[in-house]
């Protein structure tokens, strides 16, 4: 088996003692980066996982940078590369980049010399299983059959283990014909190694494709939802945390992902609703189109009206002014900062002449750089970034920033979080928030993009706390 990308194969590995896992990519770097103690990426407790199925006994997962060799060996395929927006030619600034995707496909119609099952786990636009069958049928090698199926990946950065170990679903999309079904049934078997074959979904395989769009859409429109109902909060007295809880209780709307905040980020979110939107668009449903894209306008309001806020409170200007933010990536548990509510937020306060020093449990300090076009103060803790600070602004939610008591739940996470080598510590003690009074300067705001922190013990300590979707103080 040849997988491209990292968590998911090092999770099917551990499951699938019999079964051998080559990943293979074109970045070297990255393989390097795998068979060492150092992945490429953080997450928690995906070390633990990788080296017991790399280092063990039993060793079957495998880094490669032999594609070719690996793709004439392999039985399955999932195809786990990149797919960001399209950046030039038709469809830039909406469409899905199919560039990566069609280069693999066509290095495997070269090479394979028997037949493959060819796994989409990147998230396609609609129909690409057709588009992927017509390159293979034409370019691949007399006597060789491919079947293609659909299989996205629903995981969550932070969270990517359990959401495998666990998953609500598994979908396999596939064409209604024996072979589709029979290839269907080889990957079923797959995952039916650790999890109860009811949770394993066959669909059509266009279905299993529209749907990762549709679910990504749908949690990012979530979200924008009350988000929009927090500005309203803040213009009324309403309180968008109790709006939410009471709201949630209702078993038709629920409570998860239903947390107002200053915005979402991710590599997914954004892309896949822009290709939604194109889709929408190429199949001449301009209003559709008009209806997700708002779901991304709403986001970047948001973004920009939590700036918007903290210039206000600071008397209309932060030039020159020393701001501290606490979390640069998307989202706590992940050292990923694509398209993270930071990179807009820090950018326009620095364009404003802001003195910004950033503190991330998490994220590399050369990447905020990147993210940000400019050189900012990277800090090695909380407390170097708060020190004569006038207000400290929270854009990540990481567990150690807020003021409030530790769960079980925490706990635990935190065990699964563990230190990994080349990262940050990451089991932290709590931010000492009398201690951050001390050393800021009046008048001492805190901006809580996340909504994380206890207000009132705060304000108790001397602060003024601004809280997305609650009345502003000042
Ligand atoms: N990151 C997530 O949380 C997540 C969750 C669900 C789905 N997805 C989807 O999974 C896909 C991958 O996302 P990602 O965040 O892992 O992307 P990524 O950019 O981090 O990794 C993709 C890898 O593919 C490699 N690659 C590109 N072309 C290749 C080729 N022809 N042969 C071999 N390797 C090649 C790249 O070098 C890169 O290392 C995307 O379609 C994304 O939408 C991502």
Same mark, same amino acid.
């Given at each position: 088996?040849?997988?491209?990308?990292?968590?998911?194969?090092?999770?099917?590995?551990?499951?699938?003692?019999?079964?051998?896992?080559?990943?293979?990519?074109?970045?070297?770097?990255?393989?390097?980066?795998?068979?060492?103690?150092?992945?490429?990426?953080?997450?928690?407790?995906?070390?633990?996982?990788?080296?017991?199925?790399?280092?063990?006994?039993?060793?079957?997962?495998?880094?490669?940078?032999?594609?070719?060799?690996?793709?004439?060996?392999?039985?399955?395929?999932?195809?786990?590369?990149?797919?960001?927006?399209?950046?030039?030619?038709?469809?830039?600034?909406?469409?899905?980049?199919?560039?990566?995707?069609?280069?693999?496909?066509?290095?495997?119609?070269?090479?394979?010399?028997? /037949?493959?099952?060819?796994?989409?786990?990147?998230?396609?636009?609609?129909?690409?299983?057709?588009?992927?069958?017509?390159?293979?049928?034409?370019?691949?090698?007399?006597?060789?059959?491919?079947?293609?199926?659909?299989?996205?990946?629903?995981?969550?950065?932070?969270?990517?283990?359990?959401?495998?170990?666990?998953?609500?679903?598994?979908?396999?999309?596939?064409?209604?014909?024996?072979?589709?079904?029979?290839?269907?049934?080889?990957?079923?078997?797959?995952?039916?190694?650790?999890?109860?074959?009811?949770?394993?979904?066959?669909?059509?395989?266009?279905?299993?494709?529209?749907?990762?769009?549709?679910?990504?859409?749908?949690?990012?429109?979530?979200?924008?939802?009350?988000?929009?109902?927090?500005?309203?909060?803040?213009?009324?007295?309403?309180?968008?945390?109790?709006?939410?809880?009471?709201?949630?209780?209702?078993?038709?709307?629920?409570?998860?992902?239903?947390?107002?905040?200053?915005?979402?980020?991710?590599?997914?979110?954004?892309?896949?609703?822009?290709?939604?939107?194109?889709?929408?668009?190429?199949?001449?449903?301009?209003?559709?189109?008009?209806?997700?894209?708002?779901?991304? /306008?709403?986001?970047?309001?948001?973004?920009?009206?939590?700036?918007?806020?903290?210039?206000?409170?600071?008397?209309?200007?932060?030039?020159?002014?020393?701001?501290?933010?606490?979390?640069?990536?998307?989202?706590?548990?992940?050292? /990923?900062?694509?398209?993270?509510?930071?990179?807009?937020?820090?950018?326009?306060?620095?364009?404003?002449?802001?003195?910004?020093?950033?503190?991330?449990?998490?994220? *590399?300090?050369?990447?905020?750089?990147?993210?940000?076009?400019?050189?900012?103060?990277?800090?090695?803790?909380?407390?170097?970034?708060?020190?004569?600070?006038?207000?400290?602004?929270?854009?990540?939610?990481?567990?150690?920033?807020?003021?409030?008591?530790?769960?079980?739940?925490?706990?635990?996470?935190?065990?699964?979080?563990?230190?990994?080598?080349?990262?940050?510590?990451?089991?932290?003690?709590?931010? /000492?928030?009398?201690?951050?009074?001390?050393?800021?300067?009046?008048?001492?705001?805190?901006?809580?993009?996340?909504?994380?922190?206890?207000?009132? *013990?705060?304000?108790?300590?001397?602060?003024?706390?601004?809280?997305?979707?609650?009345?502003?103080?000042?």
């Amino acid at each position: 088996m040849c997988i491209y990308g990292g968590t998911t194969c090092a999770v099917i590995a551990s499951n699938n003692p019999e079964v051998v896992v080559t990943v293979v990519d074109l970045n070297a770097e990255r393989i390097k980066a795998w068979s060492s103690d150092e992945l490429p990426i953080y997450e928690p407790g995906l070390l633990h996982l990788v080296k017991k199925a790399r280092d063990g006994a039993r060793r079957n997962l495998f880094f490669s940078k032999s594609i070719s060799s690996a793709i004439i060996e392999a039985d399955l395929i999932f195809m786990c590369v990149n797919t960001p927006t399209k950046q030039t030619g038709p469809g830039a600034g909406q469409a899905l980049e199919l560039d990566y995707l069609e280069g693999a496909i066509r290095r495997i119609a070269e090479v394979a010399q028997n /037949d493959k099952i060819i796994v989409e786990k990147s998230t396609v636009p609609c129909r690409t299983a057709e588009t992927i069958r017509e390159i293979l049928d034409t370019t691949g090698r007399p006597g060789v059959k491919f079947s293609v199926l659909s299989n996205p990946e629903f995981l969550a950065a932070g969270t990517a283990i359990a959401d495998l170990l666990q998953p609500d679903r598994v979908l396999i999309g596939c064409s209604k014909t024996p072979d589709g079904y029979s290839a269907a049934g080889a990957l079923a078997d797959v995952y039916a190694a650790w999890m109860p074959r009811d949770r394993i979904i066959t669909i059509n395989l266009f279905s299993a494709e529209l749907t990762k769009l549709a679910a990504n859409a749908l949690l990012a429109q979530r979200i924008s939802s009350i988000n929009s109902l927090s500005a309203i909060c803040e213009a009324t007295g309403a309180d968008i945390e109790e709006v939410t809880y009471a709201c949630g209780l209702d078993s038709r709307i629920g409570p998860s992902m239903f947390k107002a905040s200053v915005g979402f980020g991710g590599s997914c979110f954004k892309k896949d609703i822009l290709s939604l939107c194109y889709i929408s668009e190429f199949l001449g449903l301009a209003e559709v189109s008009a209806y997700w894209k708002s779901v991304i /306008d709403i986001n970047e309001y948001q973004k920009d009206k939590f700036t918007s806020r903290i210039v206000s409170c600071l008397g209309n200007t932060v030039t020159k002014k020393k701001l501290a933010v606490l979390g640069f990536t998307f989202k706590k548990d992940t050292d /990923d900062t694509r398209e993270s509510a930071a990179i807009s937020v820090v950018s326009r306060l620095v364009a404003e002449g802001a003195h910004v020093s950033i503190y991330d449990p998490c994220a *590399k300090t050369d990447q905020i750089w990147r993210d940000i076009g400019t050189y900012v103060t990277v800090c090695e803790s909380a407390y170097e970034a708060c020190m004569n600070a006038q207000a400290v602004i929270i854009l990540t939610e990481w567990d150690e920033f807020n003021n409030r008591v530790t769960t079980d739940a925490q706990r635990s996470s935190d065990r699964l979080r563990g230190p990994q080598p080349g990262f940050v510590n990451l089991i932290r003690s709590k931010l /000492d928030w009398p201690l951050v009074a001390d050393i800021m300067c009046p008048p001492k705001y805190v901006f809580d993009g996340r909504n994380v922190v206890d207000a009132g *013990k705060l304000e108790e300590l001397g602060f003024r706390v601004e809280c997305v979707g609650k009345p502003s103080m000042s």
